[in-house]
């Protein structure tokens, strides 16, 4: 009963944050109420983010181009977790380290994976499987960087095991792969939203 209690008199970023908390070792990199802990890869950009009750919002219309999304902190060897929604035919990424793109395409009517393709390590690598979800519909994804593997489960799936990457899959913000680096998303392809993004630093 306390616990319903809490859970009552919390906003729903509170509420996020906790359940952050809640998981070994994770901590948020999204407050859910504004975009502190993160900078614009271009100053200059248009800034296309807005945030929407505990939502990431990158909402870039016809014939715009956004800017992308940098955290101000670096990491190493990390686990990050988050979920996008994409709508179809909208494109956009996520980066470990700036460097290694994991695609996020809107491409459940395509039906099959490609070097472009949702969770696909951009132009490096074609996940195993076919798990991308309608354009309404929330995805998960999991992804694991130590040293030079990366590991990704998307929508329960693991998709990439292990893989050895070292380079950057384009668009990267340097070529230092073997150092840390930030998490950046993909800001000036297509509209995409992000919510409940977390990290674990690991050794």
């Not at 996020?16 to 990199?29: K, M, N, S, T, W």
């Not at 996008?84 to 990424?93: A, E, H, K």
Request: proline share 3%.
């Amino acid at each position: 009963m306390k616990r319903i209690l809490l859970a009552l008199t919390l906003s729903a970023a509170s509420v996020a944050l906790v359940r952050a908390a809640a998981e070994d070792g994770f901590v948020p990199l999204f407050n859910g109420k504004d975009t502190t802990g993160w900078h614009l890869r271009n100053p200059a950009g248009h800034n296309s983010w807005t945030v929407d009750k505990d939502v990431l919002k990158n909402t870039v219309n016809k014939g715009e181009h956004g800017t992308d999304l940098v955290t101000d902190q670096k990491f190493q060897n990390f686990t990050v977790k988050y979920e996008f929604l994409v709508p179809d035919g909208s494109n956009s990424g996520f980066y470990l380290r700036g460097r290694h793109e994991i695609q996020i395409l809107g491409d459940f009517s395509s039906g099959e994976t490609s070097l472009g393709g949702n969770g696909a390590l951009y132009n490096f690598k074609t996940a195993d499987k076919f798990v991308s979800k309608p354009g309404d519909q929330w995805q998960i994804a999991e992804a694991t960087i130590i040293g030079d593997k990366i590991t990704v489960v998307l929508n329960g799936v693991k998709i990439h095991d292990k893989v050895e990457c070292r380079k950057g899959t384009g668009g990267q913000l340097d070529n230092n792969v073997d150092q840390p680096g930030p998490i950046f998303l993909q800001g000036d392809h297509g509209t995409v939203w992000f919510r409940n993004m977390r990290i674990k630093e690991l050794k």
